[in-house]
Nanobody
Protein backbone atom coordinates (compact mmCIF):
# COMPACT_ATOMS: atom_id res chain seq x y z
CA UNK A 1 0.00 0.00 0.00
CA UNK A 2 1.29 3.45 -0.95
CA UNK A 3 -0.19 6.74 0.14
CA UNK A 4 0.57 9.83 -1.92
CA UNK A 5 0.21 13.42 -0.77
CA UNK A 6 0.69 16.34 -3.16
CA UNK A 7 1.63 19.85 -2.17
CA UNK A 8 2.92 23.04 -3.72
CA UNK A 9 -0.08 24.15 -5.73
CA UNK A 10 -1.34 27.69 -5.70
CA UNK A 11 -2.09 30.82 -7.68
CA UNK A 12 0.55 32.21 -9.99
CA UNK A 13 0.65 34.70 -12.83
CA UNK A 14 1.27 33.60 -16.38
CA UNK A 15 4.98 33.18 -16.97
CA UNK A 16 5.60 32.24 -13.36
CA UNK A 17 6.78 29.02 -11.77
CA UNK A 18 5.62 26.48 -9.24
CA UNK A 19 7.12 23.28 -7.91
CA UNK A 20 4.78 20.49 -6.96
CA UNK A 21 5.84 17.78 -4.56
CA UNK A 22 4.35 14.35 -3.99
CA UNK A 23 5.39 12.57 -0.81
CA UNK A 24 4.91 8.82 -0.67
CA UNK A 25 4.53 6.61 2.36
CA UNK A 26 6.02 3.17 2.64
CA UNK A 27 9.40 1.63 1.99
CA UNK A 28 8.86 0.63 -1.62
CA UNK A 29 8.76 4.03 -3.31
CA UNK A 30 11.69 3.11 -5.56
CA UNK A 31 9.67 0.16 -6.89
CA UNK A 32 7.23 2.47 -8.63
CA UNK A 33 7.39 4.62 -11.68
CA UNK A 34 5.65 7.89 -10.90
CA UNK A 35 3.40 10.07 -12.97
CA UNK A 36 1.73 13.44 -12.85
CA UNK A 37 -1.73 14.01 -14.31
CA UNK A 38 -4.03 17.00 -14.35
CA UNK A 39 -7.75 17.52 -14.67
CA UNK A 40 -10.01 20.45 -15.35
CA UNK A 41 -13.66 20.18 -14.28
CA UNK A 42 -15.73 18.74 -17.08
CA UNK A 43 -12.73 17.41 -18.97
CA UNK A 44 -10.90 14.11 -18.99
CA UNK A 45 -7.83 13.61 -16.89
CA UNK A 46 -4.69 14.40 -18.87
CA UNK A 47 -1.25 12.85 -18.59
CA UNK A 48 1.50 15.39 -17.90
CA UNK A 49 4.76 13.61 -17.11
CA UNK A 50 6.24 10.40 -15.76
CA UNK A 51 9.55 9.17 -14.45
CA UNK A 52 11.08 5.73 -14.12
CA UNK A 53 11.83 4.00 -10.82
CA UNK A 54 15.47 5.05 -10.84
CA UNK A 55 14.81 8.48 -12.30
CA UNK A 56 16.81 7.94 -15.47
CA UNK A 57 13.89 8.00 -17.92
CA UNK A 58 11.26 10.68 -18.22
CA UNK A 59 8.27 11.18 -20.50
CA UNK A 60 6.20 14.32 -21.12
CA UNK A 61 3.09 15.34 -22.94
CA UNK A 62 4.03 17.61 -25.84
CA UNK A 63 2.30 20.65 -24.38
CA UNK A 64 4.65 20.83 -21.38
CA UNK A 65 7.95 19.78 -22.97
CA UNK A 66 10.63 22.37 -22.31
CA UNK A 67 8.58 23.99 -19.54
CA UNK A 68 8.01 21.23 -16.98
CA UNK A 69 10.57 18.91 -15.39
CA UNK A 70 9.78 15.79 -13.42
CA UNK A 71 12.31 14.46 -10.94
CA UNK A 72 12.43 12.23 -7.92
CA UNK A 73 14.42 11.69 -4.75
CA UNK A 74 14.08 8.07 -3.68
CA UNK A 75 15.85 8.75 -0.40
CA UNK A 76 13.07 11.20 0.46
CA UNK A 77 10.24 9.18 -1.11
CA UNK A 78 9.27 12.24 -3.11
CA UNK A 79 8.59 13.08 -6.73
CA UNK A 80 8.59 16.65 -8.01
CA UNK A 81 7.14 18.57 -10.90
CA UNK A 82 8.93 21.84 -11.63
CA UNK A 83 6.65 23.99 -13.74
CA UNK A 84 8.09 27.04 -15.48
CA UNK A 85 6.64 29.50 -17.98
CA UNK A 86 3.18 28.66 -16.78
CA UNK A 87 0.21 29.43 -18.99
CA UNK A 88 -3.47 29.90 -18.12
CA UNK A 89 -4.20 26.61 -19.88
CA UNK A 90 -2.06 24.83 -17.27
CA UNK A 91 -4.75 25.59 -14.69
CA UNK A 92 -6.01 22.31 -13.27
CA UNK A 93 -5.94 19.99 -10.30
CA UNK A 94 -2.67 18.09 -10.46
CA UNK A 95 -2.41 14.51 -9.25
CA UNK A 96 0.55 12.25 -8.72
CA UNK A 97 0.26 8.52 -9.19
CA UNK A 98 2.35 5.38 -8.77
CA UNK A 99 2.63 2.39 -11.08
CA UNK A 100 4.61 -0.83 -11.21
CA UNK A 101 4.42 -0.83 -15.00
CA UNK A 102 7.83 -0.24 -16.52
CA UNK A 103 6.91 0.44 -20.12
CA UNK A 104 7.32 4.10 -20.96
CA UNK A 105 4.51 4.14 -23.53
CA UNK A 106 2.09 2.86 -20.89
CA UNK A 107 2.75 5.69 -18.49
CA UNK A 108 0.37 8.08 -20.21
CA UNK A 109 -2.54 5.76 -19.45
CA UNK A 110 -4.17 6.47 -16.12
CA UNK A 111 -5.43 2.91 -15.93
CA UNK A 112 -1.95 1.50 -15.30
CA UNK A 113 -1.49 3.44 -12.07
CA UNK A 114 -2.23 1.69 -8.80
CA UNK A 115 -2.20 4.60 -6.37
CA UNK A 116 -3.27 8.22 -6.61
CA UNK A 117 -2.93 11.29 -4.46
CA UNK A 118 -5.75 13.65 -3.57
CA UNK A 119 -4.61 16.41 -5.90
CA UNK A 120 -3.40 19.98 -5.58
CA UNK A 121 -4.92 22.97 -7.35
CA UNK A 122 -2.79 25.03 -9.73
CA UNK A 123 -4.29 28.26 -11.01
CA UNK A 124 -2.49 30.42 -13.56
CA UNK A 125 -3.89 33.90 -14.07
CA UNK A 126 -3.49 35.81 -17.30
Amino acid sequence: QVQLVESGGGLVQAGGSLRLSCAASGRTFSSYAMGWFRQVPGKEREFVAAISRGGTTTYYVDSVKGRFTISRDNAKNTVYLQMNSLKPEDTAVYYCAATTVAGILSWKKGSVYDYWGQGTQVTVSS
